[in-house]
């Protein structure tokens, strides 16, 4: 089999009814997949006297391109193959662009492409285009010359596409789900006709990727394993389904695969205007698109995101200048996905401390929650992270490294817990927290999956290590002595919980505490603070004892804190990831990411155990309110962790969309702003603007950590999730 086929065989597509998922929005769900030379551009098209306004994603010199429109109107648009040959046809080009410029729903987009094909034939072989808005989903399936179908989704069930047609038996005369051509109808008129076995390419049925791929969504949606010939155009699904469920699926293996050149999930919010109730999640390749970049109809798209200053350039240029494109174009931002392993120098930095073997995808190529922390009496670095193909997925592992050089150089790294691979899946750990006593013993503690398979969702285990982490004893678990009122009411169900950044001394004493996000049966995330009593005593694991603070109604809740803006955020009032410092006066100071478009903030005199009223972040006393998508920004004294010297700074986007409906916007660049404490202040932390961290366009989320050893400053960070690089801060 050729590659070109392999890339038709597994472009994927689902269009979910409102009533078929959690939240009643209609969702569309598309993976591309492209052999050989292909280049993305992201394009904001503006009204005009030809059509109105829309985000493209344009794929130059094909007709893959994915399209929604200021109504809320969305086209994704993928081969496939038919019984007739053909060739890459410019009018079908012209009329899913024209659909995408004047259709007003998806009813509409499905009559003005076969409106246009009265008039002038496909010269393509096949083509499929899932359309949608807010209301319904249709599909769109062409034959070469002037035959098509369009069948509607029903409400309450999903459809799902991938290379072969899928529209079966037809009734024209149910105008109401059907539409189509005259010549079709003459033929939907015999009985038992049917459009996919009619129309369908041969050669694809075969196919064990398709076959595989189709299989894996028939099992998620129905439970059930019906052949290609058995399956039905679209079914009602075992359960309600929400978008990460799609994002998993376009994000696995073969449906997300080495051919995969965008993923796209429309989110169709009925209750809401099209400008504000249409979200789509991108993932480029090696992305999960439920975890990474979120735009709307009016995002505007950075300027490295296109290959030409304007869009109305690019429509007339789409067919044009088709190859080259990585040497005429070499700073678009395509390249940092597509080609990894070539753009490891974005981001400068000093210290390597891993780089992946696989591209994205593979086994070890989500590398997150970075902790590195400095061991003094050994003269090493300690590093912990989560890894795994992709986040949350069912090989996610804890695993260590160590430096004897400073940094230089690091040791193999090797599974503490967790499962070891997608194809030999354990129940999986993440999210460790690393910590050293005052005798050297090292501590690794993690949140370990148990009886729920759901992220975030555990107990927490660990294991500790007497000879600098050359060997580590049995794992154990931590004792939860407390069930808070955001737990499950059924014991046997885990809490969820998460703390991203290692725990400091910064408690009572010299006790290490960290804030913790805790996730209630809502979804909903609040903050509290754990502190460890008794690590300096070398406890075996199952004698660790935990103190909780700020819990219950003490819990930092987005929603009870006095904003600027009238914002209310689709995804709910979280407040997620508190990031501690100290202060030269002895309190607290803690920085945490919300939903509500700024970081907040909060100070405790006590050590950690009561904290002050939760603000927003500004960069002084009534300054200028700090604006952040939902993404970490994390803050660090410059002379270390626990310094309490007064020289701080701190990681942020500086952007932020209130025309969103969510707040998880683009992760794009990330600016480092330093921050100086100021005696008597109302905000203690005055920060101002020192510099860009990060150019890259999208992708950035920095769940990093900071170490001051043998004198030097770095901050350990995950570049995409994907590198891991230590970078001089001092």
Not at 205 to 220: F, G, N, Q
Not at 347 to 356: E, W
Request: proline content about 6%; some cysteine; charged content about 25%.
């Amino acid at each position: 089999m050729s590659n070109l086929l392999l890339a038709i065989l597994l472009s994927f597509g689902i269009i979910a009814g409102s009533k078929a998922t959690t939240d009643g929005y209609v969702y569309l769900g598309h993976n591309v997949d492209l052999s050989g030379e292909k280049m993305l551009n992201i394009y904001n098209v503006p009204p005009s006297k030809n059509g109105m306004a829309g985000l493209w994603f344009e794929f130059p010199g094909r007709i893959d391109d994915s399209y929604v429109n200021e109504n809320g109107v969305c086209i994704a648009s993928h081969e496939t193959p038919s019984m007739e040959n053909g060739r890459a046809g410019r009018h079908l080009y012209k009329l899913q662009t024209k659909a995408f410029r004047k259709a007003r729903s998806a009813r509409e987009a499905v009559r003005i492409i076969g409106t246009g094909l009265r008039w002038k034939a496909c010269q393509e072989s096949g083509r499929t285009f899932l359309i949608a808005d807010s209301r319904e989903g249709w599909v769109l399936s062409v034959v070469k010359g002037r035959t098509w179908v369009a069948q509607r989704v029903p409400d309450d069930e999903i459809m799902i596409i991938s290379g072969r047609f899928n529209i079966q038996e037809t009734d024209l005369r149910d105008t109401a789900n059907f539409i189509g051509s005259k010549r079709l109808a003459r033929k939907a008129r015999r009985e038992g006709w049917n459009f996919a076995k009619t129309y369908s390419a041969p050669s694809i049925l075969p196919s064990p990727e398709y076959t595989e791929a189709y299989a894996k969504a028939r099992k998620l949606f129905f439970g059930d394993s019906l052949s290609l010939e058995e399956a039905p155009f679209s079914g009602r699904p075992v359960r309600k389904f929400h978008r990460r469920d799609l994002s998993k699926l376009l994000s696995d293996a073969p449906i997300h695969n080495e051919n995969t050149a965008l993923t796209t999930i429309f989110t169709l919010n009925p209750n809401y205007p099209a400008a504000k109730g249409t979200v789509i999640w991108v993932g480029f390749p090696g992305q999960d698109a439920a975890n990474h970049n979120q735009w709307t109809i009016f995002t505007k798209s950075p300027e490295s995101c296109h290959r030409y200053d304007d869009a109305s350039t690019a429509m007339d240029r789409h067919f044009l200048d088709t190859g080259g494109f990585r040497e005429r174009w070499p700073e678009h931002f395509y390249w940092h996905y597509l080609f990894p392993e070539t753009n490891i120098n974005v981001i400068p930095h000093d210290h390597t401390v891993y780089v992946p073997e696989s591209q994205r995808g593979g086994h070890d190529s989500f590398n997150d929650h970075f902790h590195v922390l400095g061991d003094e009496k050994r003269g090493l670095l300690h590093a912990f992270w989560t890894q795994g193909s992709y986040e949350a997925a069912d090989d996610e592992k804890v695993v260590y490294s160590s430096s004897a050089d400073g940094g230089k150089t690091w040791t193999e790294p090797v599974m503490i817990a967790g499962s070891p691979s997608i194809e030999d899946p354990q129940p999986v750990a993440a999210w460790q927290q690393p910590m050293i006593s005052r005798s050297g013993r090292l501590y690794c503690l993690w949140n370990q999956e148990t009886t729920v398979k759901k992220h975030l969702c555990g107990l927490m285990f660990g294991r500790y290590s007497d000879d600098g982490g050359k060997t580590w004893s049995k794992p154990e678990q931590v004792p939860f002595p407390i069930r808070f009122k955001a737990d499950p009411e059924d014991p046997s169900v885990p809490p969820t919980w998460c703390m991203w950044q290692r725990p400091l001394r910064l408690g009572k004493d010299g006790r290490y505490i960290a804030g913790c996000s805790r996730y209630g049966s809502d979804g909903i995330s609040k903050v509290e603070f754990w502190q460890y009593e008794n690590i300096d005593e070398d406890p075996e694991i199952k004698n660790i004892r935990i103190s909780f603070f700020n819990t219950d109604e003490d819990a930092f809740d987005a929603g009870k804190v006095t904003n600027d803006h009238d914002y209310s955020p689709r995804d709910g009032h979280r407040v997620e990831e508190a990031c501690l410092t100290g202060l030269p006066d002895g309190r607290l100071f803690a920085v945490m990411r919300t939903t509500i478009g700024h970081p907040i903030w909060s100070v405790s005199s006590d050590d950690g155990e009561t904290w002050s009223r939760p603000e927003i972040l500004r960069m002084r006393d009534d300054g200028e309110p700090i604006l952040q998508p939902c993404s970490p920004c994390p803050i660090y004294d410059y002379e270390g962790p626990e310094a309490r010297s007064g020289k701080y700074f701190l990681m942020v986007h500086n952007t932020f969309d209130f025309n969103g409906l969510t707040s998880y916007q683009n992760r794009g660049p990330v600016y480092k702003l330093d921050g100086e404490f100021v005696p008597g202040a109302h905000q203690p932390v005055w920060f101002e603007e020192a510099g860009i961290f990060s150019p890259r366009d999208s992708g950035n989320s920095l769940y990093t950590s900071y170490t001051v050893f043998d004198r030097e400053g770095v901050l350990w960070f995950g570049d995409q999730k994907y590198y891991l690089f230590g970078k001089k801060m001092r």
